[in-house]
């Protein structure tokens, strides 16, 4: 395996002059055709100019009380233009109890706001940065191993690029604070490098809740590795179903005054009952994709676990990041306990299709003598995947597939996918 020899994440490579023309042109017939050539090192960059021209025609939820983020985002840009805020003013709204409780989009939203109100130009900057390491973390598993793609291989890889996929710029504080902590956590235990710490210790300016995973993270560097233990831990944590909101409260309290608002605003226990009544109603197959994906993730974490002596001797660093997708998955399931406390659990499904990845590619066990496991995970795993394809169809539309760079820019109005899809059909 690759997995000896770090993988340099940190560059981009460089494109031709007559690449770059092409994508101008059609940016999505070279993003296919770059996947299919993804192992040539300019796929790398081309992957992270489309994440660009996503953000360019990315469809801005409209405002109204409780809806995406997104709308906020727009809407803070178009007021900051308006008023000409200082840099001083926002600088003392930072870490302030009136004001934010991070750093970056903020000061992003603001520089835009310096120069246009337009919001193409923000999200196009939202996906360049999320982008930049969603692309490197997906490349820094494909480029660690020499990978025979086989359907079920397939699926998987699949479900990695959409556990956390570039249309979450709709959250971009949240989900580009998960790809910086991850890329972090995979500089750790991919590369060796102990730096990862600083860039997974970065994602708190993004979204100031990533102290709670880069608490685990740094814990997790000085407990026991062992396997037996985190297992049972990540199992039955998934039977604890209730928490003491008071209690959390008065745990927390050690957090500076500046985030007790919002430590309030998430162990509301009126907010989680309005929440969990909001999941009660949403669609059968909202419900079920979610149901499809932890079936999938628990049944090759078992399988993972019981096959765990025959394969963690020869992958220590894939070990390593096993062991720490159960310490980190138990503890996100007592935090889903809190509402939007479940959004960590991105972080152990992604390290965990990651493992599966290397395990599915290296090992004829998972390869050959579970055929009745890789039966039973083809149907549900891809349920969850067109689910997860659909989720998107709300923030782009045809534009991202026949439209380039130049039509974005000029274009105001663009119809979801999904709408555009039932108006045909």
Not at 234 to 242: A, Q
Request: hydrophobic share 55%; net charge positive; proline share 4%.
């Amino acid at each position: 395996m690759h997995l000896n020899k770090p993988y340099n994440s940190a560059k981009l490579p460089r494109i031709s002059l007559g690449h770059l023309v092409m994508f101008l042109i059609w940016p999505f017939a070279v993003f296919v055709r770059s996947l299919r050539r993804y192992r040539i090192p300019q796929s790398k960059t081309i992957f992270w100019l489309f994440c660009i021209y996503f953000g360019l025609v990315f469809i801005v939820a409209e405002n109204y009380v409780g809806s995406a983020d997104s709308a906020r985002y727009a809407l803070q840009l178009k007021e900051l233009h308006r008023e000409s805020f200082s840099f001083s003013a926002l600088v003392e709204l930072i870490y302030s109890e009136v004001g934010y409780v991070d750093i970056y989009q903020p000061l992003l939203t603001w520089i835009v706001a310096s120069f246009t109100n337009n919001p193409k130009v923000l999200f196009a900057l939202f996906a360049a940065v999320f982008g930049f390491f969603y692309v490197q973390n997906l490349w820094m598993v494909l480029n660690s191993k020499q990978i025979r793609f086989s359907p079920l291989l397939f699926l998987f890889v699949l479900a990695l690029a959409l556990t956390n996929p570039i249309w979450n710029i709709n959250g971009a504080r949240m989900w580009t604070a998960t790809h910086i902590f991850l890329y972090g956590v995979l500089h750790i235990y991919l590369n060796q490098n102990k730096k990862g710490y600083l860039w997974a210790a970065a994602s708190i300016l993004v979204h100031f809740s990533f102290l709670f995973p880069v608490a685990l993270l740094i814990a997790y560097a000085f407990i026991p590795k062992n396997a037996t233990i985190l297992f049972v831990f990540f199992v039955s944590t998934s039977f604890v179903n209730e928490i003491n909101y008071e209690g959390l409260r008065e745990v927390l309290g050690f957090l500076p005054e500046t985030f007790q608002p919002r430590v309030r605003g998430y162990t509301n226990e009126q907010y989680a009952e309005q929440m969990r009544a909001s999941i009660e109603e949403l669609s059968w197959h909202v419900r079920f994709a979610d149901y499809c994906q932890k079936f999938v993730l628990y049944l090759w974490t078992i399988l993972a676990f019981a096959f765990y002596d025959k394969w963690s001797k020869n992958l220590p660093k894939i070990k390593n990041l096993f062991l720490l997708g159960l310490f980190i998955g138990g503890f996100a399931k007592i935090a889903g306990l809190v509402p939007s406390g479940g959004r960590f659990l991105v972080l152990s499904n992604f390290i965990f299709c990651m493992v599966f990845i290397f395990l599915i590619a290296e090992f004829t066990v998972f390869r050959f003598k579970v055929q009745w496991a890789k039966q039973i995970t083809y149907l549900p795993l891809t349920f969850y995947l067109i689910f997860a394809f659909r989720t998107g169809m709300d923030y782009y539309g045809p534009l991202l597939f026949v439209g380039n760079p130049l039509f974005a820019l000029v274009m105001d109005d663009q119809i979801p996918l999904i709408e555009f899809i039932k108006s045909v059909f």
